[in-house]
Nanobody, 119 residues
Framework: QVQLVESGGGLVQAGGSLRLSCAAS????????MGWYRQAQRELVAAITS????NYADSVKGRFTISRDNAKNTVYLQMNSLKPEDTAVYYC????????????????WGRGTQVTVSS
């Protein structure tokens, strides 16, 4: 099994910043893709491949930056210039390969972390 543990959410005023972290642990050979979703908007916020390619929702481009530390199986989301419409529960997602001989990809989710932006 694989566990994803998020941290870094909280309450911030509009224009402020927060940094989310998500650490993966367990039966991991490699992590193909890591990303952040938010529930209120039902959208992918940002994703990053093991090679460092990134993808962002149009609503966060230029404000949010996703990064990852492959050695630590951890993904980060730096959120700047936050707006009230960014308020949501943010979920971490990872697409995992469990072993070098098992080509199946497994999809895991964290429990979510609340981000609230006050106006």
């Amino acid at each position: 099994q694989v566990q994803l543990v998020e941290s870094g959410g909280g309450l911030v005023q509009a224009g402020g910043s927060l940094r989310l972290s998500c650490a993966a642990s367990g039966s991991i050979f490699s992590i193909k893709l890591m990303g952040w979703y938010r529930q209120a908007q039902r959208e992918l916020v940002a994703a990053i491949t093991s090679g460092g390619s990134t993808n962002y929702a149009d609503s966060v481009k230029g404000r949010f930056t996703i990064s990852r530390d492959n050695a630590k199986n951890t993904v980060y989301l730096q959120m700047n210039s936050l707006k009230p419409e960014d308020t949501a529960v943010y979920y971490c997602n990872a697409v995992v390969l469990r072993s070098p001989v098992n080509v199946n990809e497994y999809d895991y989710w964290g429990r979510g972390t609340q981000v609230t932006v006050s106006s």
